[in-house]
Each structure stands twice: as C-alpha cells, then as structure tokens.
T-cell receptor
Framework: ETGVTQTPRHLVMGMTNKKSLKCEQH?????MYWYKQSAKKPLELMFV???????ENNSVPSRFSPECPNSSHLFLHLHTLQPEDSALYLC???????????????FGEGSRLTVL | AQTVTQSQPEMSVQEAETVTLSCTYD???????LFWYKQPPSRQMILVIR??????QNATENRFSVNFQKAAKSFSLKISDSQLGDTAMYFC????????????FGQGTTLQVKP
C-alpha cells in the first residue's frame, strides 16, 4: 500500500451528476488536505482537516462538499459541477498542522476530473 | 498576502550538468518554512528539500541544494549532476504562521533533463 491512495484515478462526469472522490492515508497522520491543480496555475488549497475537524475552507464553492469521517479517510463530494472545475484533485496528509509538520505533505497520485 | 513566484515556466538541462530553478516569495513574517516539491509525470508529488527561515545555512539533500537569500526573499533550487529521473515539475512552497496548515505554492517549473 502506498502512503496516500486516491480513487478513482480518472473521472468523467456531466454537470448534473453527483460523484465522490476518495482519499485514504496509511501513514498515521492527523491532518488531511484537498488541493486543486489546474494547468499553468499554482496548486490551490481547498480544504484542511485536522483530527476530523475542518480547519480551512479556502472559499470553495458549495458544489464541492468535503467529508472526513476519521483521520485516515477524506472524501470530496461533487455535484452540479462546471466545466472549469476540470482539474487534477490532489489529496495530501501531514503529521500535524505546525509550520514544520504541515509543510511536509505526503501526496496521493491525484484524481483527474473532467466535467462535460 | 503571501505570494510565491516561479518565473521560469520551463527549463531544460543536459544530463550530468547543473541547473538552478528560481523562486521568490513575499511575506512580512520573519519565521517561516520554505519547501521544494517534485512532481514527476503521472506520479506523486514528493518533498525534495526544506529550509527554515531562521537558519542561515542553506539546506542540502544529496544532489539538491538551495540558495536561501532571506533579505531578497529568494529561494532557488540547485540540482547537481542532473539525471533523467529528475525530469519533473518543481514547485516552490511557503508555510507561514497560523494553525490552519495552509501551504502556498508557486506556479511550478517544468524541468526536462536531456540525455
């Protein structure tokens, strides 16, 4: 098992669909993150969870709904997305939220999302 | 607001040569961390090296080293003896104060190592 696993790796959905992205970490970390990676743009932090509690929502539209049932699992529920939401969605984890710990992120391979 | 800028969208280097990737940042804080991440094609992003702002000595990890110029707010990455496996996108990142875990990334530099 790799440290951070994301499923599915690829997802194509219509604007009216509802789908979910899943992330699981096997590193014993307490903090988990969702990032959006679009072409030619910096990685955008979406959400941060620490011990299942959300600590950061970076002004993300409500059509993205995160869920963190425990420290090892993180979901991103998607509904009524727009074509501009097409991107690579990266999950990451860290041991904690201190400056040192939260900078050392362990990433999954990402879920490539295409919205038609 | 804190920002991170990587002004080189693409670079290339011959195998076994040395290349330097640039990064500048803007902050009013005095104590922070800086990082370089590597994202190989279709593979996971991994941490390459990190620098604590209060440490004057430049960080080094094997063939990777940084040139940290705090006054100039510059944090460049030097890759020595470049290898084909170094081909990747490289991201500079900044972590300041606060307890929310927010890491600010630059736009990335795509590095191609040529045989």
């Amino acid at each position: 098992e790799t440290g951070v696993t994301q499923t599915p790796r690829h997802l194509v959905m219509g604007m009216t669909n509802k789908k979910s992205l899943k992330c699981e970490q096997h590193l014993g970390h307490n903090a988990m993150y969702w990032y959006k990676q679009s072409a030619k743009k910096p990685l955008e932090l979406m959400f941060v969870y620490n011990f299942k509690e959300q600590t950061e929502n970076n002004s993300v539209p409500s059509r993205f709904s995160p869920e963190c049932p425990n420290s090892s699992h993180l979901f991103l529920h998607l509904h009524t997305l727009q074509p501009e939401d097409s991107a690579l969605y990266l999950c990451a984890s860290s041991q904690g939220l201190s400056r040192e710990r939260s900078g050392e992120l362990f990433f999954g391979e990402g879920s490539r999302l295409t919205v038609l | 607001a804190q920002t991170v800028t990587q002004s080189q969208p693409e670079m290339s280097v011959q195998e076994a040569e040395t290349v330097t990737l640039s990064c500048t940042y803007d902050t009013s804080e005095n104590n922070y961390y800086l990082f370089w991440y590597k994202q190989p094609p279709s593979r996971q992003m991994i941490l390459v090296i990190r620098q604590e702002a209060y440490k004057q000595q430049n960080a080094t990890e094997n063939r990777f080293s940084v040139n940290f110029q705090k006054a100039a707010k510059s944090f460049s990455l030097k890759i020595s003896d470049s290898q084909l496996g170094d081909t990747a996108m490289y991201f500079c990142a900044f972590r300041g104060s606060g307890n929310t875990g927010k890491l600010i990334f630059g736009q990335g530099t795509t590095l191609q190592v040529k045989p």
